[in-house]
């Protein structure tokens, strides 16, 4: 396992948290070019903006370079159907394509499940490409089982 630092994100992360956005971007459209479409732009610099100044978006560092993103939501679920939760809910997690496979993915992972339970939460959530089958087996890995499946009828 390469180890790596994880650390809140700055704005000087910016060009390389865009650069890993697109990355995922390209991945999305070669499974699903009649969802997914190029654009010039996948992470605006005003949404990644907000993730910082909300402390929600972590940076995996190796080495003093970035190579991997995360980032989350709180949701509190409450209905009368339903048991009341407090979950974080991985909305991006993305590790640079040279270097998947080295357990920054786990490691970010890791991080979360930690913040998750000193914060109390009910669970650690996220919503994976059915088609990306290296990322489902890494999630198992980390302890992440099924909890839905998404279908459609196209």
Not at 12 to 31: G, N, T
Request: charged share 30%.
């Amino acid at each position: 396992m390469n180890p790596c630092m994880i650390r809140f994100g700055t704005p000087e992360d910016y060009d390389c948290a865009e650069s890993l956005m697109k990355e995922v971007q390209k991945l999305h459209i070669d499974w699903r070019p009649d969802i997914y479409k190029p654009t010039d732009t996948v992470l605006s610099s005003s949404e990644f903006n907000q993730l910082i100044e909300d402390k929600k978006l972590l940076v995996a560092e190796v080495d003093h370079v970035v190579v991997g993103l995360l980032t989350f939501t709180r949701r509190h679920i409450q209905s009368d159907k339903q048991v009341t939760r407090d979950v974080m809910y991985i909305s991006d997690l993305v590790v640079k394509e040279s270097c998947r496979g080295q357990g920054i993915g786990s490691q970010l992972l890791q991080y979360m499940k930690d913040k998750a339970q000193k914060e109390h939460m009910d669970g650690l959530e996220l919503q994976v490409n059915a088609r990306n089958m290296q990322a489902r087996k890494m999630y198992e890995k980390n302890g992440f089982t099924e909890k839905s499946i998404n279908m459609e009828l196209l």
